[in-house]
Antibody, heavy 121, light 111 residues
Framework: QVQLQESGPGLVKPSQTLSLTCTVS??????????WSWIRQPAGKGLEWIGR???????NYNPSLKSRVTMSVDSSNNQFSLKLSSVTAADTAVYYC?????????????WGQGTLVTVSS | QSVLTQPPSASGTPGQRVTISCSGS????????VHWYQHLPGTAPRLLIYRNNERPSGVPDRFSGSKSGTSASLAISGLRSEDESDFYCAAWDNSLSDVWVFGGGTKLTVL
């Protein structure tokens, strides 16, 4: 079974870059059958998909965040990461990482428990 | 404002049947599968229903899903106190760009 765990600073200053890592266990992150996604949820609001990594190493991002987002994979540590630049208070949220099979119509099936990131000076 | 629309709350008494709706559009629910998640704050969201009406192993058959046109529903029968949590619908959206979209969540209270 796939397990995911988010990690990273819980507090980031405005205008700085938010950096989070998702450690994957139960499957190799290089397994070509999975996409690796980031999702966030501001307090009291709904879920927002940030983007995903493809097995090829490319990514596609939510257009609403695309100009500020970079995702990457670290195969040696079985991790993938998220960087969000020029953060503001609106980026304060619980951030989740999740996996999905590459099959047609496959859901985001396994999720981490989330990590709260607060943007504040 | 979430792309998919869910009622913010639902409630029922133990043993009752409750349904939660999820409304979308031609670019998401009408043309793609709907998935449902159960979420307790501080824990990982749990996949409850995938591809509109399929249950992952371990999910009781008290939970069922359906889809028609631009709407979907989650039904919970034989309501139990442990079902009290938040429920979210999700679907792929092919409008301007391919993205996952979610409902705003429904908080289920077991009275």
């Amino acid at each position: 079974q796939v397990q995911l765990q988010e990690s990273g600073p819980g507090l980031v200053k405005p205008s700085q870059t938010l950096s989070l890592t998702c450690t994957v266990s139960g499957v190799s992150i290089s397994n070509g059958n999975y996409y690796w996604s980031w999702i966030r949820q501001p307090a009291g609001k709904g879920l927002e998909w940030i983007g995903r990594m493809f097995p090829s190493g490319s990514a596609n991002y939510n257009p609403s965040l695309k100009s500020r987002v970079t995702m990457s994979v670290d195969s040696s540590n079985n991790q993938f990461s998220l960087k969000l630049s020029s953060v503001t208070a609106a980026d304060t949220a619980v951030y989740y990482c999740a996996s999905s099979n590459t099959g047609m119509g496959a859901p985001l099936d396994y999720w981490g428990q989330g990590t709260l990131v607060t943007v504040s000076s | 404002q979430s792309v998919l629309t869910q009622p913010p709350s639902a409630s029922g008494t133990p043993g009752q049947r409750v349904t939660i709706s999820c409304s979308g559009s031609s670019s998401n629910i009408a043309t793609n599968h709907v998935h449902w998640y159960q979420h307790l704050p501080g824990t990982a969201p749990r996949l409850l229903i995938y591809r509109n009406n399929e249950r992952p192993s371990g999910v009781p058959d008290r939970f069922s899903g359906s889809k028609s046109g631009t709407s979907a529903s989650l039904a919970i029968s034989g309501l139990r106190s442990e079902d009290e949590s938040d429920f979210y619908c999700a679907a792929w959206d092919n409008s301007l760009s391919d993205v996952w979209v979610f409902g705003g969540g429904t908080k289920l209270t077991v009275l």
